[in-house]
């Protein structure tokens, strides 16, 4: 069995009286492409201070690629790359210039074709003489995945990368990392675009309140919280609020169901008891659905 990608066991993080991580244990295997969602606070930023070296846990133990990140720090840190929340960035240095000193923080010297590559694979390279603070929003975050890539981490943490970025540059860093994970690096990403950690996620652990209260595959947890809906608009909807039905406007009523296998016999039902069907439509369910569902159980 190949180490982890990331081991977190019963991490706990306090500020005075406010604990931030409630015993957190998760592991993320390599090569996973692993979502971490949970509402505003839930602690998703401080788990990954925790796991970049910049908060310390008061308890609990974390390792990147098998290596502690307070025992072993500087291997650990070498093994991760994180592309922060938040745009910081000296403003009086050029693209290039940043990226090489970053290059320096690790130890590497000549950095410069790898340095190329991967502004040319974030279509930075007309900009890489260009100063920080000439560059828009979208390319000043397309920096900072640049700036988490210098060392060629193996795995890569990205804290809300499309916040605030247009269409565009977001299905372009989408591409861009989907492609990093292909090449086998583990991704481990934080959105508040549940659409987005549905379509690209494997595997998604939802916390709140510093505790993790849904852990599985994205499918698995798809198909146990949400159920597929059947909606019916019919010109006698009370028949559909008589058998189970969920009344909504127009005279539409709606029905769950769990497999396709039901909604042939619930059809039947219907006609039996006389409803004329308008109009119909099934809804999948989604990941929304099953973020509410966790946390209102929560
Ligand atoms: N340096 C700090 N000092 C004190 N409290 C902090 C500190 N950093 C975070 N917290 C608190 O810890 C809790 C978790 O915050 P965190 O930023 O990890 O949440 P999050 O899940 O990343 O939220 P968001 O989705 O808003 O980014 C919050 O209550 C926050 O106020």
Redesign the pocket.
């Known amino acids: 069995m190949s180490v982890p990608a990331l081991s977190i066991e019963s991490v706990t993080k306090r ?1 005075g009286d ?1 604990e ?1 991580l409630s015993g957190v244990s998760l592991e993320v295997g390599q090569g996973e492409f692993f979502g971490l969602l ?1 509402p ?7 788990l990954i201070s925790a796991l970049a070296g910049l908060a310390r846990p008061t308890s609990g133990r974390l390792a990147v690629m098998g290596h502690d990140v307070v025992t072993d720090y500087r291997n650990a840190r070498m093994q991760l790359g994180v592309v922060p ?1 938040e745009l910081v960035f000296d403003p009086f240095f050029s693209v290039r210039e940043l990226l090489r000193i970053q290059s320096g923080y690790f130890g590497i010297a000549n950095n410069d074709a790898w340095i190329d590559e991967v502004l040319d694979s974030l279509d930075l390279l007309p900009k890489a003489e260009s100063n920080m603070r000439t560059l828009s929003g979208g390319m000043k975050r397309r920096v900072l995945v640049a700036q988490a890539l210098v060392h060629r981490p193996p795995v890569i943490v990205l804290d ?1 990368p499309t916040a605030g970025v247009d269409v565009e540059l977001r299905q372009g860093l989408w591409h861009f990392i989907r492609k990093l994970n292909r090449d086998g690096h583990t991704i481990v990403l934080t959105t ?1 675009y549940l659409e987005e950690a549905e379509a690209l996620c494997g595997r998604i652990a939802m ?1 709140k309140g510093g505790r993790v209260v849904a852990l599985d595959a994205t499918r698995a947890l798809l198909q146990r919280f949400a159920t597929h809906n059947l909606s019916v608009r019919m010109r006698n909807p009370g028949i559909g609020v008589a058998l189970g039905g969920t009344s909504a406007e127009d005279g539409w009523v709606s029905f769950g169901f769990d497999t396709y296998a039901d909604v042939e016999p619930l059809l039947m039902r219907l006609r039996e008891a006389g409803a004329a069907v308008e109009e119909m439509r099934i809804g999948e369910p989604d990941l929304e659905e099953v973020f509410v569902e966790v946390m209102s159980r929560a």
């Open positions: 500020y406010l931030a949970g505003n606070g839930a602690g998703k930023t401080t929340q809300e508040h916390l």
